[in-house]
T-cell receptor
Framework: GAVVSQHPSRVICKSGTSVKIECRSLDFQATTMFWYRQFPKKSLMLMATSNEGSKATYEQGVEKDKFLINHASLTLSTLTVTSAHPEDSSFYIC????????????FGSGTRLTVV | GQNIDQPTEMTATEGAIVQINCTYQTSGFNGLFWYQQHAGEAPTFLSYNVLDGLEEKGRFSSFLSRSKGYSYLLLKELQMKDSASYLCAVSEISSGSARQLTFGSGTQLTVLP
């Protein structure tokens, strides 16, 4: 089945630095990938939709300049948290859909970001 | 927009049956998903319903009524490992193409021995 690889799984960074999270579709091409954020004991909140070769579509309330998304190829999307602050600490998860398959919403393993 | 409601917490006993309900309000309905998520891990796919009725897959079944905006996930023969958060997610068609999933708040299920 479809596999989405997300890296790193855990990262600790200092306040004010930037962190890049990668999401790769390993055995399929993903023109669209989705980035979610999840706080403890809460559900997944969609941050943005990443479109290959074009600008990402951000959800209301998500800062574009803070959460930079790049989808340069059909198998890779990256999320960069710029000038991270402790309140950015969260669990970030990407997902991708294989073609038009309704079963194709495959999730990455998630990245636990801790900003100290 | 979408409004998805499900209970925050449920508790059941090992070997029992539990039903987790989900109600939603949306336009352009394009399917309803159930995911299981253990703490600190990514969600894993459980079921998908796009037509009314019951879909059965082993110990898990999911039901959908589009006219009522209602779905449930039924877990039979509960095992301790079923303790997890269960997420209801709705896909909505927008401008002819399927959109991203919108998730409910999740139901934390605790299975007791």
């Amino acid at each position: 089945g479809a596999v989405v690889s997300q890296h790193p799984s855990r990262v600790i960074c200092k306040s004010g630095t930037s962190v890049k999270i990668e999401c790769r579709s390993l055995d399929f091409q993903a023109t669209t990938m989705f980035w979610y954020r999840q706080f403890p004991k809460k559900s997944l909140m969609l941050m943005a939709t990443s479109n290959e070769g074009s600008k990402a579509t951000y959800e209301q309330g998500v800062e574009k300049d803070k959460f930079l998304i790049n989808h340069a190829s059909l198998t890779l999307s990256t999320l960069t948290v710029t000038s991270a602050h402790p309140e950015d600490s969260s669990f970030y998860i990407c997902s991708a859909r294989e073609g038009t398959s309704y079963y194709g919403y495959t999730f990455g393993s998630g990245t636990r970001l801790t900003v100290v | 927009g979408q409004n998805i409601d499900q209970p925050t917490e449920m508790t059941a006993t090992e070997g029992a049956i539990v039903q987790i309900n989900c109600t939603y309000q949306t336009s352009g309905f394009n399917g309803l998903f159930w995911y299981q998520q253990h703490a600190g891990e990514a969600p894993t796919f459980l079921s998908y319903n796009v037509l009314d009725g019951l879909e059965e897959k082993g110990r898990f079944s999911s039901f959908l009524s589009r006219s009522k905006g209602y779905s449930y996930l039924l877990l039979k023969e509960l095992q301790m490992k079923d303790s997890a958060s269960y997420l209801c997610a709705v896909s909505e068609i927008s401008s002819g193409s399927a959109r991203q999933l919108t998730f409910g708040s999740g139901t934390q299920l605790t299975v007791l021995p």
